[in-house]
């Protein structure tokens, strides 16, 4: 979720750059709760994480309530 925030805080275009980022930042690090040493995780990782739990509601992602 910590991610999450800050590819949208940032409005950080994608996954890939965020990730790139992250290993730069140490204030990104430091709110991650990583070390300088600890590897980041794969921009793989987060785009999973961002897709639909039920590919079957995927349709009504972008539906207007």
Do not use: C, T
């Not at 979720?1 to 992250?22: A, C, G, P, Q, Y």
């Not at 980041?40 to 039920?54: E, F, G, Q, T, Y």
């Amino acid at each position: 979720m910590k991610l999450l925030f800050l590819l949208f805080w940032d409005n950080i275009s994608s996954e890939r750059e965020l990730m790139r980022i992250v290993q730069e930042r140490l204030d990104y690090l430091r709110f991650l709760d990583y070390g300088l040493d600890d590897p980041v995780p794969d921009h793989s990782v987060l785009s999973k994480a961002r897709a639909p739990a039920n590919p079957g509601l995927a349709h009504l992602r972008g539906a207007k309530h």
